[in-house]
C-alpha cells in the first residue's frame, strides 16, 4: 500500500543488549545479518508470502547507532522510490541517503523532512512476472 508505514528501525549502542531486551519483553525474534551490521526484528508471525500475517502488523531492524541515525526511524511505502526523492526535495526535504538496492527484495532510501527528522523510503521490486511495484503489506527483509 503506497504512503503506508512497512518497516521501522531502532538504533542500539549495544545490538546484543538491544535483542535480549525486545526479546525478553516482547518476544520479538532476531535474525542477524552481520555482514550488514543489521538485524531483522520479527515482530509478528510470517504468512507464506513472506508478509506479516496479522493485519497492521510490521517487522523491524535493528541497526548500530552511527552518525546522524539516532533515533528511530519508520519507513514509508512508495511506488516510485526516484520520484518521491523528487517530491521530497521539491517540498522542502533532502536526501539523506540515496536509493540502494536490497538484493531481490527492493530499494530504499532516507530522507529527511522539513522538521529535520530521517525517515526511510522502501519500494518494493516487481517480481518477474508480475505488474506494478507498490508494497502490499510487504515487510523489509521479508
Same mark, same amino acid.
Given at each position: ?11 542500539? !549502542? *549495544? ?21 550488514? !551490521? ?8 510470517? *504468512?507464506?508470502? +513472506? ?25 514509508? *511505502?512508495?511506488?516510485?522510490? !526516484? ?22 527484495? +527492493? ?5 529527511? !523532512? ?24 510487504? *515487510?523489509?527483509?521479508?
Amino acid at each position: 500500500m503506497a504512503g503506508g508505514v512497512v518497516h521501522f528501525e531502532i538504533p542500539a !549502542d *549495544d545490538e546484543s543488549r538491544a535483542r535480549e531486551f525486545y526479546s525478553s519483553i516482547f518476544g520479538w525474534e532476531f535474525q542477524v545479518l552481520p555482514e550488514m !551490521d543489521y538485524s531483522l526484528a520479527m515482530t509478528t508471525p510470517m *504468512d507464506e508470502h +513472506g508478509r506479516p500475517a496479522v493485519s497492521g502488523s510490521i517487522n523491524g531492524g535493528l541497526f548500530r547507532r552511527t552518525g546522524q541515525l539516532t533515533a528511530p526511524v519508520v519507513t514509508v *511505502d512508495v511506488a516510485d522510490i !526516484d520520484a518521491a526523492l523528487e517530491q521530497i526535495v521539491a517540498h522542502g526535504g533532502s536526501v539523506h541517503r540515496e536509493k540502494m538496492e536490497v538484493s531481490g527484495s +527492493g530499494w530504499n532510501a532516507y530522507f529527511k !523532512d522539513s522538521e529535520g527528522n530521517i525517515v526511510g523510503l522502501w519500494q518494493n521490486a516487481v517480481p518477474e512476472g508480475g505488474a506494478g511495484s507498490a508494497a502490499s503489506g510487504n *515487510d523489509l527483509g521479508a
